[in-house]
């Protein structure tokens, strides 16, 4: 059996819903002429894919589940006008494929991007805790891909070059950019018929932040595992979400973080540094000797405190920072830069 046919069959078949394109249109058209001296956000946008009809659930104001309609959120900073050209980062939240760490991972990183100039874009995939069908692979590989395409497609008024728009992940939202940026170009056939297909969908840089990488038993964390592929996938469809294995020439650059007490073991990061390597791609790997897991950019006393202004300082190396900070009046805390090597 072709390894998409159990999807297929699982109702994991995206389906270009026009209302969600015409809420896209919509808010752009109601985009100001500039921001001025305010930062500022928009609602959730549908992204015109739909996998099931489902009652979003908040297990607390911070973490989301039962996403069965994939949507973005935009964050401007403050400054902005359409005319700009700046970079843009879309932004996939943790959870495990199950929930959506959506402030912690999501919102309060579109703040931080939009501090030093970016458009920040947190995008909500599909999960599910209850309907296992939900989150299974190839769903919110096509939410990520069609966030990177409709960003691409509508540059003009979001004020972004087609040329800077990276992803950016946590832990398991950490897989789905590593998937994004290895498995740009792979044609699936859930997407046959989607108007967008013509927009590339390639990332031009990764962030990749406490991953989940390898689909592998070695180093694989069991519960993303289950979630996206199941306990005992087919070897094609483990290599293929196995996104150090897909690493080629033309993967874009790639700057990691991971923690060596993580319980996502930071092999997965070390995994995915050596494939960048062995094949030319650039990347950065900041390991810390503690710090854990699901921290975000809090601040907790450990080394992976550093992290956010590494990531600030990487940015601005690989000419993807527009502002070293942003203008006054914003209203998005910023952090100081660090050194790009790569440390342990």
Known sequence: MNIYSLFCAAALILIPAPAGADSFSATL????????????????????????????????????TNVGEAQMQLYFPAGWKPQDERPALCIFPGGGYVLLAIEKEGAQIARWAAERGMVG????????????????????????RQAVRL???????????????????????????????????????????????????????SMLIYPVITMTPKAVHHGS?????????????????????????RTPPVFLVHAQDDGVSCANSQLMEKACRDNGV?????????????????KRGN??????????QWLKEQGFSAHPAAPRGSAFPGEGASSGTRRE
Not at 283 to 298: D, F, K
């Open 29 to 64: 058209e109601k985009l100001p002429a500039a921001s001025g001296e305010a930062a500022f956000t928009s609602g959730w946008i549908p992204l015109g894919l739909k996998a099931a009809d489902m009652q979003e659930k908040y297990n607390d104001p911070t973490r989301v």
């Open 151 to 205: 960003t691409r497609k509508h540059v003009a008024k979001l004020g972004v070059n087609p040329q800077k728009i990276g992803v950016m992940g946590f832990s398991a939202g950490g897989h789905l950019a590593a998937m994004t940026a290895t498995l740009w170009d792979k044609t699936l056939p859930e997407e046959e018929g989607n108007p967008l297909n013509s927009v590339s969908a390639r990332p031009d840089f």
């Open 303 to 312: 080394p992976t405190d550093a992290w956010p202004a590494a990531a600030g």
């Open 225 to 249: 595992r289950n979630k996206i592929i199941g306990a005992k996938p087919d070897p094609a469809m483990e290599k293929l979400c196995s996104p150090e294995q897909q690493v080629t020439p």
């Open 282 to 298: 650039p990347v950065t790997l900041r390991l810390y000797s503690r710090g854990g897991h699901g921290y975000g950019m809090e």
């Open 121 to 144: 874009i947190v995008v909500k995939y599909r999960v599910s805790q209850q309907n296992n069908a939900i989150g299974k692979f190839p769903g919110p590989l096509l939410d990520a």
